[in-house]
């Protein structure tokens, strides 16, 4: 004799099955979304750091400037509280091409600040970013 179901067994039955299905697609989500926050907060940091740098170097050629320290400090004064960075290094060389004209280059390196989910995170994508810029001195 053949087993029928009711419509109440076949609800239970569906209602486990969600149960099962978002306990299995979670960790995806959260993965996913976490992944693009991180993205996204990456992206803004290397946009800050680029302008600082930039702004920075041609600050320094402008004055003559090639001390890395005075440097690092026009890019933190630039940066502000909140660039994201939980610390910045600064290396400026000038070099000199074939034709004498001389160059400013300035190369800054950020380690992006822990938050939540920074365990997570760091598989995800970089923990430091660098920038380079360039100026006639």
């Known amino acids: 004799m053949a087993r029928t179901r009711t419509p109440r067994s076949e609800a239970r039955t569906q209602r486990g099955a969600l149960s099962v299905e978002f306990a299995l697609l979670m960790p995806l989500m ?55 960075c939980s610390g910045i ?25 822990a938050t939540f989910g920074s365990s997570l995170t760091g598989a995800l994508g970089p923990g430091t970013l660098t920038v380079s810029s360039a100026m006639p001195f």
């Open 89 to 113: 290094a600064v290396t400026a060389t000038t070099q000199t091409d074939a034709l004498g004209l001389t160059q400013l280059r300035v190369t800054t390196t950020c380690t992006l600040a």
């Open 30 to 84: 959260l993965l996913v979304i976490v992944g693009g926050v991180h993205f996204g907060r990456v992206l803004m940091t290397r946009h800050k750091m680029t302008e600082a740098t930039n702004y920075a170097t041609r600050a320094a050629a402008v004055k003559k400037i090639s001390n890395a320290n005075q440097i690092r400090n026009l890019i933190q004064n630039r940066l502000g509280t909140t660039s994201g």
